[in-house]
């Protein structure tokens, strides 16, 4: 099993920056692709970002693209989302999980943390 754990969310005016961080425990030998996704009220969940186990690919939605940032260091198990440039139309819950290899689709992803809640005021 894994465990994964997110932090760094918050409060944000619109511009601001936040940095979410999900830590991962469990099944640490194993290699995984990592992702973040978000989930809006009343919406449905959607892909953020990924990144291969490697770092060397990644993936970003349109709507982050240029903005967000995602890396991880796997010597501390552990995957970052770095936003900057934030709109309030980024608020949303966000999810970090875990998947074999890098994909956008929700359903490849195995492992899921509890989220964390990003709120981007005008």
């Known amino acids: 099993q894994v465990q994964l754990v997110e932090s760094g969310g918050g409060l944000v005016q619109a511009g601001g920056s936040l940095r979410l961080s999900c830590a991962r425990s469990g099944r640490t030998s194993r290699s995984y692709a990592m992702g973040w996704f978000r989930q809006a009220p009343g919406k449905e969940r959607e892909f953020v970002a990924a990144n291969s186990w490697s770092g060397g690919l990644t993936y970003y939605a349109d709507s982050v693209k240029g903005r967000f940032t995602i890396s991880r260091d796997n010597a501390k198990n552990t995957v970052y989302l770095q936003m900057n440039s934030l709109k309030p139309e980024d608020t949303a819950v966000y999810y970090c999980?875990?998947?074999?290899?890098?994909?956008?689709?929700?359903?490849?992803?195995?492992?899921w943390g509890q989220g964390t809640q990003v709120t981007v005021s005008s």
């Open positions: 999980a875990a998947a074999p290899g890098i994909s956008k689709s929700i359903w490849d992803y195995d492992y």
